[in-house]
């Protein structure tokens, strides 16, 4: 069975760093492009990141570009997201997206004063 189970969420406050993990299971991993994706309450899941296979290709959302970072271990099985200078606009559940049409269940980032 697939599986991809995201962690690292929690409170920070603004201008604050997070590191998410998304641990995969179920799957060759190293043959699938991953993502980030988020929802805040009320609106639409948006795409936040993407990293090909290798890593060698990494794409971000314009409202997070220069402040996030995607990267993967193909070794350990494992994508992740590195969050700096973070923001409110920033608070989200934050779901990991697999190629191959998984979802994680989501870690919750809040960012607030």
């Known amino acids: 069975q697939v599986h991809l189970v995201e962690s690292g969420g929690g409170l920070v406050q603004p201008g604050g760093s997070l590191r998410l993990s998304c641990a995969a299971s179920g799957f060759t991993f190293s043959r699938y492009g991953m993502s980030w994706y988020r929802q805040a309450p009320g609106k639409e899941r948006e795409l936040v990141a993407t990293i090909s296979t290798t890593g060698g290709s990494r794409t971000y959302a314009d409202s997070v570009k220069g402040r996030f970072g995607i990267s993967r271990d193909n070794v350990k099985n494992t994508v992740y997201l590195q969050m700096n200078s973070l923001k409110p606009e920033d608070t989200a559940v934050y779901y990991c997206?697999?190629?191959?049409?998984?979802w994680g269940q989501g870690t919750q980032v809040t960012v607030s004063s």
């Open positions: 997206f697999a190629a191959i049409n998984a």
